[in-house]
């Protein structure tokens, strides 16, 4: 009687699990391998775009020493008086913030204090001009390798998530194969799958046996002129 008792249990888990799909290990291993492989293609998406953009910043770069550095060095030279710096005719004076005359005597050393003071402010000057110059391909570059990024993560996830699936359904899967086994019903599962399986082929068939025969009866209805 516990045997009986024991085997009906294991058939009805039995029967409820055959519902769940007969998911092979390669498929959990597949899942998990095409999230390798897209996160591969998402470096190389990366890798593209970099190198893209590498290209492009190249042009700017070019564009921007014609069209902005070379211009304005002309003009910041005039414009602060360099040759006459570079000749000792001037210096700058940070307390009266201009340019004066050397003091006699100092002129190495306020020439020295000038050259580092223009130096310093010539390199401010062109590396705020440049990067205003590069801000719309930076800011591109980096859009486009934040929505890529955010698309990948998106394909990540859901991948993550069907392969978690796929791998509780093999679990389940085990689980079920070890009641079988234990109550020697291995084949049960199996059986179980084709049964079902081959009864919706049998309904299938019956419809249509039956829609032949309704159509051979109204032929004979017919042929013998019944109403």
Same mark, same amino acid.
């Given at each position: &009687?516990?045997?009986?008792?024991?085997?009906?249990?294991?058939?009805?888990?039995?029967?409820?699990?055959?519902?769940?799909?007969?998911?092979?290990?390669?498929?959990?291993?597949?899942?998990?391998?095409?999230?390798?492989?897209?996160? %591969?293609?998402?470096?190389?998406?990366?890798?593209?775009?970099?190198?893209? $953009?590498?290209?492009?910043?190249? &042009?700017?770069? %070019?564009?921007?020493?014609?069209?902005?550095?070379?211009?304005?060095?002309?003009?910041?030279?005039?414009?602060?008086?360099?040759?006459?710096?570079?000749?000792?005719?001037?210096?700058?004076?940070?307390?009266?913030?201009?340019?004066?005359?050397?003091?006699?005597?100092?002129?190495?050393?306020? $020439?020295?204090?000038? &050259?580092?003071?223009?130096?310093?402010?010539?390199?401010?000057?062109?590396?705020?001009?440049?990067?205003? $110059? &590069?801000?719309?391909? @930076?800011?591109?570059?980096?859009?486009?390798?934040?929505?890529?990024?955010?698309?990948? %993560?998106?394909?990540?996830?859901?991948?993550?998530?069907?392969?978690?699936?796929?791998?509780?359904?093999?679990?389940?899967?085990?689980?079920? @194969?070890?009641?079988?086994?234990?109550?020697?019903?291995?084949?049960?599962?199996?059986?179980?799958?084709?049964?079902?399986?081959?009864?919706?082929?049998?309904?299938?068939? $019956?419809?249509?046996?039956?829609?032949?025969?309704?159509?051979? %009866?109204?032929?004979?209805?017919?042929?013998?002129?019944?109403?």
């Amino acid at each position: &009687m516990v045997r009986i008792a024991r085997i009906a249990i294991i058939s009805l888990a039995a029967l409820f699990l055959a519902a769940c799909s007969n998911i092979p290990k390669e498929a959990v291993d597949l899942a998990y391998q095409v999230g390798s492989d897209t996160e %591969a293609l998402h470096q190389s998406y990366r890798k593209l775009i970099r190198s893209h $953009f590498d290209t492009v910043r190249q &042009m700017y770069e %070019a564009q921007w020493t014609e069209k902005v550095l070379v211009p304005y060095v002309k003009s910041y030279v005039q414009e602060t008086r360099l040759v006459d710096i570079a000749s000792g005719k001037l210096i700058w004076d940070p307390v009266q913030e201009k340019l004066i005359p050397p003091t006699p005597g100092r002129e190495a050393v306020q $020439f020295i204090d000038t &050259m580092q003071a223009w130096s310093k402010e010539f390199s401010e000057t062109t590396q705020g001009l440049r990067k205003e $110059f &590069m801000a719309p391909i @930076d800011k591109a570059e980096a859009d486009l390798i934040q929505a890529t990024d955010e698309a990948f %993560a998106q394909v990540a996830r859901g991948n993550a998530a069907i392969g978690a699936h796929l791998a509780s359904l093999r679990k389940v899967q085990e689980t079920q @194969d070890g009641l079988l086994e234990k109550g020697g019903m291995k084949d049960l599962r199996l059986k179980i799958n084709e049964g079902i399986a081959k009864a919706s082929d049998d309904a299938a068939n $019956f419809t249509n046996r039956v829609e032949q025969a309704t159509k051979k %009866a109204e032929d004979l209805k017919k042929k013998l002129k019944i109403k």
